[in-house]
Nanobody, 114 residues
Framework: QVQLVESGGGLVQPGGSLRLSCAAS???????MGWYRQAPGKQRELVAR???????TYADSVKGRFTISRDNARNTVYLQMNSLKPEDTAVYYC?????????WGQGTQVTVSS
């Protein structure tokens, strides 16, 4: 069982930045970690993920603006979001994929609006 707690969401103006954090209850050393988001009326979608070796994958819509990183010593994954747009507004969820199971955090709201 992996428990995940997200933080760092909030209201930001277009063009602004936020950094999301995801703290895990245990070691994430061998775990594939990711960030997903779900906007109202839409399906949950992958934003970015990072392997245990540090390889990263991004959705086309966030490439060049978002950066995912991990600190295995702190059991924490981050999502740095720059140049935010109104269409980035969503609930952002942290995900851990481990032993063929998906584990999810409770989500954190990100709202991009002037």
């Amino acid at each position: 069982q992996v428990q995940l707690v997200e933080s760092g969401g909030g209201l930001v103006q277009p063009g602004g930045s936020l950094r999301l954090s995801c703290a895990a209850s245990g070691s994430i050393f061998r775990i594939l970690m990711g960030w997903y988001r779900q906007a109202p009326g839409k399906q949950r979608e992958l934003v970015a993920r990072i392997t245990s070796g540090g390889s990263t994958t991004y959705a086309d819509s966030v490439k060049g603006r978002f950066t995912i990183s991990r600190d295995n010593a702190r059991n924490t994954v981050y999502l740095q979001m720059n140049s935010l747009k109104p269409e980035d507004t969503a609930v952002y969820y942290c995900n851990a994929y481990y032993l063929l199971n998906n584990f999810w955090g409770q989500g954190t709201q990100v709202t991009v609006s002037s």
